[in-house]
């Protein structure tokens, strides 16, 4: 004849009940904060990510202002090619690197952003 087995009564069946059926949960609850937590703070989580947009944004801004004193240089090449030579410019590149003006000349600086060299 078949006796199924007996359960122990009182207050440690009741403990080992409980904790056997908390165990999975426990463990779900475990593994979506881990996910959760680098998600937010892991090598490409939220909080990296923004860090990455900022530096980024930097970096453009650089390119803007590389891109800006580029087209300067070239300016200031361009006019001094010799199958195109810009007198004016040749003269006034002389006299500023010699550090020398007549006195009966009149000095009209550029823009700081126009400027030629």
């Known amino acids: 004849m078949y006796m199924p087995p ?13 904790l056997r059926a908390a165990v999975l949960p426990v463990l779900f609850l475990a ?6 937590w680098h998600a937010v703070h892991g090598e490409r989580g939220l909080i990296a990510r923004d ?8 970096a453009r801004q650089e390119l803007a202002q590389v891109q800006a004193d580029l087209e300067a240089v070239e300016r ?5 090619r010799g199958d195109r030579l810009d007198r004016d410019q040749l003269d006034e590149r002389a006299r500023q690197l010699l ?5 009966n000349e ?7 952003g126009q400027r030629l060299f």
């Open 51 to 58: 860090i990455r947009q900022e530096r980024l944004q930097e």
């Open 31 to 36: 593994a979506s904060g881990y996910f959760v």
């Open 106 to 112: 009149i000095v009209v600086p550029y823009e700081p």
């Open 6 to 18: 007996q359960r122990r009564a009182g207050f440690g069946a009741w403990i080992s009940r409980k």
């Open 76 to 80: 200031r090449v361009a006019g001094l």
């Open 99 to 103: 550090n020398m003006v007549d006195k």
